[in-house]
């Protein structure tokens, strides 16, 4: 994997670990953190997690010398450069079908990562917990741009738990299939 990527990849662990740490400070219970940290922990996880992903492609620019500007470099613009080989084009096309359809997991996680953007995306809910007791935990909207959406059912920490093992493992699989 380029090192780039999994230093992106190890600054989202970093925000999943201070998420985890602020909840064992909190209680047990993240609801009761400060929420203002909680976002910006939220925020700096999906926009690191996000960034392993454009490092990604920035660094097939550069292993293949297809000569694309930084700013140029996107799903859409590697896919039309004639200097790309066809096992790198591959790679990104798959990137980009996950991208494109909100029934996969990447697009998914990089809508959070631009809704957080302009707005707050986490959604409060009661649950029970054992002996009756009730206590308010901290999801997902299920749809960031509506307001009146529903929360997930994944809590934050889970779900950025299994974005990154998602991210991580699939970046190492676009790698080793890239002819790199």
């Given at each position: 994997?380029?090192?780039?990527?999994?230093?992106?990849?190890?600054?989202?662990?970093?925000?999943?670990?201070?998420?985890?740490?602020?909840?064992?400070?909190s209680?047990?219970?993240?609801?009761?953190?400060?929420?203002?940290?909680?976002?910006?922990?939220?925020?700096?996880?999906?926009?690191?997690?996000?960034?392993?992903?454009?490092?990604?492609?920035?660094?097939?620019?550069?292993?293949?010398?297809?000569?694309?500007?930084?700013?140029?470099?996107?799903?859409?613009?590697?896919?039309?450069?004639?200097?790309?080989?066809?096992?790198?084009?591959?790679q990104?096309?798959?990137?980009?079908?996950l991208?494109?359809?909100?029934?996969?997991?990447?697009?998914?996680?990089?809508?959070?990562?631009?809704?957080?953007?302009?707005?707050?995306?986490?959604?409060?809910?009661?649950?029970?917990?054992?002996?009756?007791?009730?206590?308010?935990?901290?999801?997902?909207?299920?749809?960031?741009?509506?307001?009146?959406?529903?929360?997930?059912?994944?809590?934050?920490?889970?779900?950025?738990?299994?974005?990154?093992?998602?991210?991580?493992?699939?970046?190492?699989?676009?790698?080793?299939?890239?002819?790199?």
């Open positions: 994997m380029f090192q780039s990527v999994e230093d992106k990849l190890e600054a989202a662990k970093y925000s999943v670990d201070s998420l985890k740490y602020l909840e064992g400070q209680g047990g219970v993240l609801a009761s953190a400060n929420p203002i940290i909680v976002t910006a922990l939220l925020d700096a996880f999906l926009f690191e997690v996000i960034a392993a992903k454009n490092f990604f492609l920035q660094e097939i620019n550069d292993a293949f010398a297809a000569g694309l500007s930084r700013k140029d470099v996107k799903e859409q613009v590697l896919l039309c450069n004639a200097k790309l080989p066809n096992q790198a084009k591959e990104v096309k798959e990137l980009w079908r991208l494109s359809d909100s029934n996969f997991w990447l697009w998914r996680l990089n809508n959070y990562r631009n809704a957080a953007a302009h707005r707050n995306i986490i959604g409060k809910k009661i649950v029970l917990i054992l002996g009756g007791a009730k206590e308010i935990r901290l999801f997902l909207s299920a749809d960031p741009y509506d307001p009146s959406s529903k929360p997930t059912d994944k809590e934050i920490i889970p779900y950025c738990e299994e974005s990154l093992t998602q991210m991580k493992d699939y970046l190492q699989r676009l790698y080793s299939g890239s002819g790199f």
